[in-house]
């Protein structure tokens, strides 16, 4: 499994991107999809999570903002990030895991494949 991520840029506060993630392999069929992000010296952290039967999951920090979504036919992951704050900034990732539990479905460590992650800046 490969992932590819794109989307991201630079953005004032208020605005909206949409970021994707395209994946060569079996992926939508089992398993998860999801985002982490990580901002300059924090830790990688869940931002949102699709399990295979289409289930979703949010961080708090994000919910009401930003919807995931998927195109099987395009094999792509979508993540919609609307009303951007400052406090979203950082390299969005996403990734996959095959076999993820939901009790897991935030932690990072339960995903072996990763794409290589966009940058998403937002300012005031």
């Known amino acids: 499994v490969q992932l590819q991520a794109s989307g991201g840029g630079s953005v004032q506060a208020g605005a909206s991107l949409k970021l994707s993630c395209t994946a060569s392999g079996r992926t939508f069929d089992r398993g998860a999809m999801a985002w982490f992000r990580q901002a300059p010296g924090k830790e990688r952290e869940f931002v949102s999570a699709?399990?295979?039967?289409?289930?979703?999951y949010y961080a708090e920090s994000v919910k009401e903002r930003f919807t995931i979504s998927r195109d099987k036919s395009k094999k792509t992951l979508y993540l919609q990030m609307n009303s951007l704050k400052p406090e979203d900034t950082a390299v969005y990732y996403c990734a996959f895991d095959g076999g993820v539990i939901q009790s897991a479905l935030r932690q990072m460590r339960s995903y072996d494949f990763w794409g290589q992650g966009t940058q998403v800046t937002v300012s005031s």
């Open positions: 699709m399990k295979w039967s289409g289930h979703t």
